[in-house]
Each structure stands twice: as structure tokens, then as C-alpha cells.
């Protein structure tokens, strides 16, 4: 219903090539990826991700907590 109407922002960790893990047959990637893709501008970021960045961030610190809690 949005199709060629309304604007649309498709975010994903994922690039095309790896859609097939997330649906289940190769005509529904085809059909979902052209779609997306007609009059569209597809943006690539290539950078760290902030999710991942806390998260490793948050377990360095809870393991030095930990290791001094032992040391004590």
C-alpha cells in the first residue's frame, strides 16, 4: 500500500546477499529486495556499531569489578 506513495527507511545489520537467512524462499527476497530498492537510495555504512561498542564496553568493566571483588 505505501508502494510509490509514502517514503520509506529499511535499516539492517544485514547486506542483501545474507537476506536469505531471514526469509524463507528465494522469489519472497527477490520480490521484497526490488521493491525496496525502485527509486530508492541505498545508504552503506561502514562503521562501528554504538550497540556494540557498550556492550563490550559494559563487560570490560563488569570483569574489572568482578576481579578486584576477588582481590579483596
Do not use: G, M
Not at 556499531?49 to 576477588?70: F, G, I, L, P, Q
Request: proline residues 1%; positive net charge; contains cysteine.
Amino acid at each position: 500500500q505505501r508502494y510509490q506513495r509514502l517514503s520509506t527507511i529499511v535499516t539492517t545489520n544485514r547486506i542483501f546477499s545474507e537476506w536469505q537467512e531471514v526469509f524463507p524462499s528465494a522469489t519472497s527476497i527477490v520480490a521484497v529486495i526490488d521493491r525496496l530498492c525502485h527509486n530508492a537510495e541505498v545508504l552503506t555504512i561502514d562503521a562501528e556499531s554504538y550497540r556494540n561498542k557498550e556492550t563490550v564496553e559494559r563487560n570490560t568493566t563488569r570483569r574489572a569489578a568482578r576481579r578486584s571483588r576477588r582481590k579483596s
